[in-house]
T-cell receptor, first 110, second 115 residues
Framework: RKEVEQDPGPFNVPEGATVAFNCTYS??????FFWYRQDCRKEPKLLMS???SGNEDGRFTAQLNRASQYISLLIRDSKLSDSATYLC???????????FGTGTKLQVIP | GAGVSQSPRYKVAKRGQDVALRCDPI?????LFWYQQALGQGPEFLTY????????KSGLPSDRFFAERPEGSVSTLKIQRTQQEDSAVYLC?????????????FGQGTRLTVV
């Protein structure tokens, strides 16, 4: 089993829609999680950190479910500019190793 | 500059050629990572440095890949006898501490094409 798994998509959603992605991780000892956004041919950039109590930033909400070992990202009122690949990040087997999922591609259509 | 800088941005190598990719992390950042990203895939971990110490090289795909960070700042990823399957974007990231709960900042990557 891969350390971090995501549905690659693509998710094609209309503007204004709400969309959610899940990401599962295998290392039960993982403590820190992140969502990164990667635009086409660009480097990944941090979108949100994921705290045990959940984290909300405007239209974006990230949550952690330790019992089921997954994290989620919810995007409300999707904008065309939200079109990108969303990468889930969790520590790997090594404490300091940072492991990415394959990414979920989102395409917001007018 | 204030960000992670990688050079060259693009590299075309003939199969069998050796290449060296450079990463200048954010000044003072303790942690440095190298990743390989194939088209349509997420970044795959290659190796991790904490200062000058290479603490994890479990992701290096073969002994043709070698990374160093001799003074704890600039890092070089070297690929010997390049193969076509080495074609990918190589991303470098740095982090201010060795703690897993801090943000990693990425460079723009080096796009390597082996022909």
């Amino acid at each position: 089993r891969k350390e971090v798994e995501q549905d690659p998509g693509p998710f094609n959603v209309p503007e204004g829609a709400t969309v959610a992605f899940n990401c599962t991780y295998s290392n039960s000892a993982s403590q820190s999680f992140f969502w990164y956004r990667q635009d086409c041919r660009k480097e990944p950039k941090l979108l949100m950190s994921v705290y045990s109590s959940g984290n909300e930033d405007g239209r974006f909400t990230a949550q952690l479910n330790r019992a089921s070992q997954y994290i989620s990202l919810l995007i409300r009122d999707s904008k065309l500019s939200d079109s990108a690949t969303y990468l889930c990040v969790a520590p790997g087997r090594g404490y300091q190793k940072v492991t990415f999922g394959t990414g979920t591609k989102l395409q917001v259509i007018p | 500059g204030a960000g992670v800088s990688q050079s060259p941005r693009y590299k075309v190598a003939k199969r069998g050629q050796d290449v060296a990719l450079r990463c200048d992390p954010i000044s003072g950042h303790v942690s440095l990572f190298w990743y390989q990203q194939a088209l349509g895939q997420g970044p795959e971990f290659l190796t991790y440095f904490q200062n000058e110490a290479q603490l994890d090289k479990s992701g290096l795909p073969s002994d043709r890949f070698f990374a160093e960070r001799p003074e704890g700042s600039v890092s070089t990823l070297k690929i010997q006898r390049t193969q076509q399957e080495d074609s990918a974007v190589y991303l470098c990231a740095s982090r201010s501490s060795g703690e897993a709960n801090t943000e990693a900042f990425f460079g723009q990557g080096t796009r390597l094409t082996v022909v």
